[in-house]
């Protein structure tokens, strides 16, 4: 059995997890997120402020993700956190926190990459099986991903300026809802039409699998200035949605013609996997196309530490542990993993 603590600060949420692994299986033993609520109220994330944030409250996370799985600190096996890719500020909080309990416990520690965690969410849920398209679609990014094993990943796509998380939450802003905007938009357009009025699918014509969300924002933002009076706020979410789904799924269509080997199935994750009318749409796209879509559960979607720890058990089975000088990486592409 292999218990492994994860500690993820790398944007604005604060976690601690513990996950144990065994022959009988893996369980998520403690899985404690704290999400700021200074960020929100910046409209934002303001680096200087997540990294007081994480500091005041790490600890609190850590000793409640002991409490909840019921073991002692020395129980654990090796600590995992995150040291790239985000905000310099927070990485150091949550490395220097993990390093100091390195040294006091005397465990091994692993330094994760917080993509190559989105990227193997599923198989902690799901077991699946290698390899696999992940599109991921986060605050942070938008990227279609071939997993083929551990530390070994291809980029087949990936956005050209905004993300599509970034897409909802300036949207969202610009029609004066809270920050983060994507569950808002998502709520909203339950009540909207999303015929309403047409947006422009990104990059329709191009060729690849790549995205682009700055032309639609700036689309939506001339839209909604100049229709404000003619349409509900519902009704411009509803087709923002919409216009969302369209290019993710027209894209997918190409980043699966672009994998000349069979997978397994088709991984959708990230906060924007949150969205219950993608994860629909998606669906049916994928069945239509003969595969299968794995959605990791929605709280191991957003940010969180049992990712973190997942990826400390993958790499602490293959012997792949770090030394406790290793750097904080606030871009750390998945291409220059081993
Ligand atoms: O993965 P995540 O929690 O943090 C990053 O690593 O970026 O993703 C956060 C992003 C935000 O942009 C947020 O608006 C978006 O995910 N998001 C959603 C939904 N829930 C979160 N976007 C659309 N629909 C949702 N339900
Ligand atoms: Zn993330």
Redesign the pocket.
Known sequence: MIRILGIET????TAVAIVSNATAGHRILSNVVTSHLEPKDYGGVVPEIAARSHLKHLKQCYIKAIADAKISPHDIDAIAVTSGP?LAGGLLVGMNFAKGLAVALDKPILAIN?LEA?ALTARLTHDAAFPYLLLL?????TQFILVKDIGSYSLLGDTLDD???????KC?KMMDLP?????????LALQGNEDAFSLPIPLLNQPGCNFSFSGLKTAFKEMYASQQDQFDKSDFAACL?KT?TKHLLHKLNKAIKMVDSPISSIVF??????????RSALDIFVSQAGSKAIYPP?HL????AAMIAWVGIERFSRHKKSHLDFKCQPRWPLAELN
């Open positions: 790398s944007c604005d949420e985000g917080h989105h679609a986060s605050g942070g990014h993300s599509a998380g970034e897409c909802f939450d969202a920050y983060p905007g994507g569950p808002q938009i998502e709520t949605q969302i994750s990230g906060g924007v996997a949150a969205n219950q009318y993608i929605i979607c957003t940010d969180n």
